[in-house]
């Protein structure tokens, strides 16, 4: 079964978990502003639960931020990419349309330069 929340329990939490997503970005409102198109007034009042965001710039935030959807919903930490950078995050964007040979040598190329 399950635990029912308030709308006002949730809106806490989405909150509370986007400030916490942006600090564990190191983004300013400015910052996430910018990069999801929105004004920097939009961000605070999504913040303090006075707005809530279009599912667009909810979109963007979650890819900007980087976190699965769940976790602004009171989903798990794990759900949370901590520690993965936007430069990190498009990274893994381009590995993934690489073909199985091309990422053998990625793969192998990266081994090299660890080692």
């Known amino acids: 079964m399950v635990e029912r929340i308030s709308k006002n329990e949730l ?3 989405f909150c509370s978990r986007l400030k916490q997503a942006r600090a564990k ?3 300013t ?8 198109d929105l004004t920097v007034d939009m961000i ?3 913040e303090r639960g006075k707005s809530f965001p279009s599912f667009n710039a909810l979109a ?3 890819e900007v ?3 699965h959807p769940s976790y602004l919903f009171g989903g798990p930490e794990q759900s949370m990419e901590l520690g993965m950078t ?3 995050r498009a ?3 381009r590995v993934d349309t690489l073909s199985p040979a091309d990422l053998e040598r990625v793969s192998s190329a990266i081994d090299l330069i660890v080692r």
């Open 11 to 13: 809106r806490a939490l």
């Open 25 to 27: 970005n190191q983004m």
């Open 29 to 36: 409102q400015s910052a996430l502003a910018e990069a999801c």
């Open 44 to 46: 605070s009042r999504i």
């Open 60 to 62: 963007r935030m979650i």
């Open 65 to 67: 931020l980087g976190v």
């Open 86 to 88: 936007p430069a990190r």
């Open 91 to 93: 990274l893994h964007r």
